[in-house]
Every structure is written in structure tokens, then in C-alpha cells.
């Protein structure tokens, strides 16, 4: 009923609130602009903007107009990129380190497949020195890791700080060894925890071995011990315990794309931007 392209000129207009820079961001005039919002208030049979010489507003039935013409645009894309016959194709091998997995990874992935529905994504999630093996050999395309900060390698997303985290119910003698939550060998928040430690000339003792991050998670709030994490993925209900417990300062962690040279670089760049345009949000 209504043309893709008529609603485009509409939303330019809703979003700018001027039919100047609605034609500059169309590239086209300001005298198609307003042609075309005249052929759709026609084909609506309502008024949908308010003009004068300063502002445009919309017009209550302006406002419903744009929340369809945007779903209507959204369906109208997502379609036309998987009809197109120049779509981009192929398999792609990702591997994420399991706690960057439960932040915004969900989102961006999930976005990533409604704009490349004839990309075979296929998801491994893992710890980051067992992802980045298996890229070594070939085994995944794209994997988005932990590493020790400043590494040649790879391309950085951005920079974070390791904390102690427990439950707020924890506590913690002085004296007495400092209880880990941590996973096995070859470990970053393992090392980081326990070569802090070690620079201040504190005990500690592993109180629970864990294979992910759910299971650190469930152990800290079961107040088995405390776990290392990077800061932005602390969850609201535990708490970072440096100060209260004096434990030392911990050191800072990159979250970083690395890439298989002999994979696809259509589908791995797409990725990749979409990851770390996301974390310049």
C-alpha cells in the first residue's frame, strides 16, 4: 500500500524535522522531498507533518506513521538482503570466550544474522586460550578472546580492569588464606589472581575449580570464595572486594578479534566490525 520509498522520505523528514537536511541526507531536492511527503499523506489520506517557514511536527497520526513506516522499512531490508543474489554467503567459524558471551555478545549476533541470513554462523564458546589454539589450527575463523593487555595481536574491542569479586555475604580474615574461585591451567584471571597475591606475600587456596563462567558465578554467590572478573561484567548481585578485604590492585585485560588469515574475509570483517562498532556505543 505504501512505497519503500515514500516512507524513507518520511522518516529522513520525522527524524530531521526539516525538509532541508531530510533532502541532504536523501541527496536529493527539498522539492522531491515535499512531493513525496504530499504522494503519502494522499495515499494515507491523513495530514502527517505540520509545516511552516522554522519547523516541522508531526502530526499525532505522523507519529503512528512513523512507527509502521520503520517496521515496514526494517521487513522490507531484511528481505530485499536475502533475495539479493550479490548477498553476502558462506560459513563462518566463530569462537567467544564464554563470559564475553553473556554481556552484548547475544545482541550483536543475533543482529548480525537478520543482516547476513545466508552466513552459516556457527558459535563455539570456550575459554580464550583454547579458542585461540584451535584458530591456530585452522578449527574456527574469527574468535573474540581475553589477552594480556598491549599484545601485537589481534584487533583490541576495548581495554577493561580485573576486580575481586564475592558476595556481599562473604567475608574474609586477614590472616587467613585468601579463598579462589578459578579455573583450571592456562587460566589469565588465575594467573592474575594468584601473581597478585603472591607480590603482597598472601596465602591463598583454591576453594573451587570451575570449567565457565556460570560455575564461577554460582560458586561465588554461594559464598565458596572470591573470583576474578573483568570489571563491566560484574554482575549486579556480587560485589568488587579489593578495598574491604585488602587484596592488591589487579592489572588491566584486552577483549580482542583475532583472525585466521585463510579464512573468508567477507563474512569475518562483517563480523568483526559489528563487534566493535558496538563497543564504541
Known sequence: MFDPQLLRTFVALAETRSFTRAAEQLQTSQSTVSQQIRRLERAAGRTLALRDTRTVELTDNGQAMLGFARVILSAHDAAASYFDTSAMRGRLRF??????????????????????????????????????????????DLVYVKQEPGLPTGRLVRRDRH????????????????????????SLSRAAAIDALASIGRNWRITCNVRDVNGALAAVRAGIGIAVLPRAMVPADLVPVSPTFGLPRLGEIDFTLLTNPRAAGGPVDALSAAIVGHSGD
Do not use: K
Not at 576486580?163 to 592456562?186: E, F, K, M, N, Q
Open 95 to 140: 569462537g567467544s570466550a564464554d563470559d564475553l558471551a553473556l554481556t552484548e555478545l547475544p545482541s550483536i549476533l543475533r543482529e548480525f544474522r537478520r543482516l547476513y541470513p545466508q552466513i552459516d554462523l556457527v558459535l563455539t564458546v570456550g575459554q580464550s586460550p583454547a579458542l585461540a589454539r584451535r584458530l591456530r589450527a585452522g578449527q574456527l
Open 163 to 186: 576486580v575481586w569479586v564475592a558476595h556481599d555475604s562473604t567475608r574474609l580474615d586477614p590472616g587467613a588464606p585468601v579463598p579462589l574461585i578459578a579455573y583450571p591451567d592456562p
